[in-house]
Antibody, heavy 121, light 107 residues
């Protein structure tokens, strides 16, 4: 079945970077964009951007521009999200999600299980 | 960015109740509107896309309507498994945004 499997929880010091992976299975990886969405404790969903696994092109939310890099390795059907300059307010669960190219724009139809990133000294 | 505002922020209801959640966009987004359900500790689940189309596998008690700036998600007869948080999401602009969420609780 279609699945996205994310890497495990991370504890990162302020100012450092984190790289979260998202391995896709059960579908053709290069045919669907991958979104990254985060959720701070007790808060709502925040879209960070998407990456096109076929071309490598990306679209980042303005808030994260300059700090986030979304990449992929098609040989192992894995997407990555790298966030640098971490601060305490980056503590959140980070999700990858497969793009759902509906008749009116983009949705997210398959989600990873989430990766908890805790920023703490 | 397009702002998405949901109301109410929280709602108490009982099993078999009919419930409506509203989402308002800060500008015309036509039908570029999706709805998600999220349960505690779980990833979101896509319920409705293009404002009114039911995602595969989603029970028919869920329905969506609206276009332009005003949208609604309706649950016709609440079931115990429906108590969760619901989010709307727009993709009219290249910068996707979510509503702040509506928490649906048991009365």
């Amino acid at each position: 079945q279609v699945q996205l499997m994310q890497s495990g929880a991370e504890v990162i010091k302020p100012g450092a970077s984190v790289k979260v992976s998202c391995r896709a299975s059960g579908y053709t990886f290069t045919e669907y964009y991958i979104h990254w969405v985060r959720q701070a404790p007790g808060q709502g969903l925040e879209w960070m951007g998407w990456a096109n696994p076929n071309t490598g092109s990306t679209n980042y939310a303005q808030k994260f521009q300059g700090r986030v890099t979304m990449t992929r390795d098609t040989s192992i059907t894995t997407a990555y999200m790298d966030l640098s300059g971490l601060r305490s307010d980056d503590t959140a669960v980070y999700y990858c999600a497969r793009d759902f190219p509906g008749p009116y724009g983009r949705g997210m139809d398959v989600w990873g299980q989430g990766t908890t990133v805790t920023v703490s000294s | 960015d397009i702002q998405m505002t949901q109301s109410p922020s929280s709602l108490s209801a009982s099993v078999r109740d009919r419930v409506t959640i509203t989402c308002r966009a800060s500008q015309n987004i036509k039908k570029y509107l999706n709805w998600y359900q999220q349960k505690p500790g779980k990833a979101p689940r896509l319920l409705i896309y293009a404002a009114s189309s039911l995602q595969s596998g989603v029970p028919s008690r869920f329905s969506g309507s609206g276009s332009g700036t005003d949208f609604t998600l309706t649950i016709s007869s609440l079931q115990p498994e429906d108590f969760a948080t619901y989010y709307c999401q727009q993709s009219y602009s290249d910068s996707i945004t979510f509503g702040q969420g509506t928490r649906l609780e048991i009365e």
